[in-house]
């Protein structure tokens, strides 16, 4: 009776589907391109005003890039790499759509990066303060086991010449999750701001760059397969049934 027991657990066993390791815990950084605004500000009674003179958007991936000369033109991962696994998502849209970078679906060896961004040059009209703002967000679900680390960054850049035409001005903001370890999840989200001025009699050129970009490094362990762990039963169970036949054994006259 107990060897058909162990005989039954045995084939319940070989008949359990093979599943892989863990899957890898997402990483999300999202611009949120439809928030994306300018405002403008004259100073001492000027007139305030903005000019875009080139508008960029790009996509990287597994040391591959992909570029289009405008916001309006579609980026995915697939104009990309030939194949879409390493990323269940990696893909900025036409204007007003988000610019969206997601690690969710990769293989178990995780030391990859992948961003996506858009950058514009602009000429600043004379005694002109520009504002420009975008809501972000980033996050990381450490739910899963994950021998190392990951990050999710969100970030705005203005750079160009000085405020009075001079040397160089920068002001950048960024969103951030980075996250570690088991059972560490970090998240974040803001409006993202920054600001160029020009206080000159003459226009200034500055350039502009948004970025949304996910990195992990490390591995995912791997975990016993279900039909290892029906082997397992089934093996504990014939040692039980050889232990059953000693006792039998022994007890005999």
Request: hydrophobic content about 45%; cysteine-free.
């Amino acid at each position: 009776m107990k060897l058909k027991i162990v005989v039954a657990i045995a084939a319940l066993a070989s008949s359990l589907p093979a599943s892989s390791a863990l899957p890898p815990p997402p990483a999300i950084a999202s611009i949120d391109w439809s928030s994306f605004a300018v405002a403008l500000k004259g100073v001492d009674n000027a007139t305030p005003g903005i000019d875009w003179t080139s508008k960029t958007s790009s996509v990287y991936a597994n040391s591959k890039s992909s570029s289009s000369q405008d916001w309006a033109t579609s980026i995915n991962a697939t104009d990309v790499v030939a194949s879409a696994t390493a990323y269940e998502s990696l893909g900025g849209g036409a204007d007003g759509s988000p610019l969206r970078a997601v690690f969710s679906d990769v293989p178990a060896e995780l030391n990859s990066s992948a961003w996506l961004n858009r950058s514009g040059s602009f000429t600043l009209r004379p005694n002109t303060i520009a504002v420009f703002s975008v809501k972000a967000s980033t996050d990381i679900d450490m739910g899963v086991p994950l021998n190392g680390s990951a990050y999710a960054w969100a970030f705005l850049n203005v750079d160009g010449p000085g405020v009075f035409g001079a040397n160089t001005q920068h002001s950048g903001v960024e969103s951030i999750s980075w996250a570690s370890g088991f059972g560490n999840p970090q998240s974040d989200s803001r409006t993202l701001e920054a600001t160029f001025l020009n206080l000159t009699a003459g226009d200034l050129t500055g350039t502009l760059t948004a970025f949304a970009t996910v990195s992990k490094n490390g591995f995912i362990p791997a975990i016993p397969e279900p039909r290892t762990y029906g082997m397992m039963l089934a093996g504990l169970g014939l040692l039980g049934f050889v232990a059953w036949r000693r006792k039998l054994v022994a007890v005999r006259p």
